[in-house]
């Protein structure tokens, strides 16, 4: 409870600067509105904004970690500012580096997804992933997203969009051993899937065991 009124004021907090934000990106002052954003993250994450953009999502997590333990609230929260900040870099014509941080908010999120303290947050990640995903869609993602997104939708029932996934990895490195095994423990767990979870995901399990036998020979014709 202590964590979910916790991570709820900082959001609150920051509903105050993202107005703020929105009301300098609509009179186009797009300085101004990401001095605003670092500022934010700066007093309620005490990160710079510039050593944000370049790490890595899992260098962001270690940052964001106290003796081993993750903070969820602030990892949330710093993908909450990556998004304001990529749509603020894309309205002022900065293309690449609006979907750098479009793109590492997306990240952050799928590798906070996979820690253990991220279980009490599962439906906020929902929340997040479901407004992220549509704008990156047709953007062909680094192999680590790829794979993080098989996971996702694996776990939240999205059958076919976690094969989707899978494909991608194995179309860009067929002969990667580590996807095809992962690919293949995670249809082994489809395999026990009732009828209305395989209909829920949109794929059958004749489709399923069509799946299994391709990764079985990608598998044996790699050995």
């Known amino acids: 409870m202590y964590q979910r009124d916790y991570l709820l004021r900082m959001i609150e907090q920051f509903s105050v600067v993202l107005g703020k934000v929105i009301f300098q990106r609509r009179n186009q002052r797009f300085t101004e509105a990401l001095e605003l954003l670092a500022q934010a993250m700066k007093q309620l994450l005490g990160l710079n904004s510039k050593l944000v ?3 890595s999502a899992k260098d962001l997590i270690s940052l964001l970690s106290s003796q081993g333990y993750f903070d969820t609230g602030k990892g949330l929260l ?3 500012m990556l998004k304001a900040e990529s749509e603020v870099l894309l309205e002022n014509g900065q293309e690449a580096d609006g979907w750098g941080c479009r793109l590492k908010s997306l990240e952050l999120l799928l590798e906070i997804n996979q820690l253990p303290e991220a ?6 990640i929902k929340e997040r992933m479901d407004e992220l995903l549509p704008k990156v869609q047709h953007y062909r993602t680094s192999s680590r997203i790829t794979e993080l997104l098989m996971f996702y939708h694996s776990e939240n029932g999205q059958l076919a969009k976690a094969e989707d996934m899978l494909f991608f990895l194995l179309e860009d490195d067929p002969d990667n051993e580590i996807f095809l095994e992962k690919g293949l423990q995670m249809v082994e767990k ?3 899937y009732t009828a209305e979870e395989l209909s829920a995901g949109n794929l059958t399990e004749e489709e399923i065991r069509a799946i299994y036998e391709i990764l079985i020979k990608l598998k044996q014709n790699g050995s």
Do not use: G, P, Q
């Open 119 to 124: 279980l009490d947050y599962k439906s906020d």
């Open 78 to 80: 710093l993908s909450d």
């Open 53 to 55: 953009r370049a790490l």
């Open 190 to 192: 489809w395999l026990e």
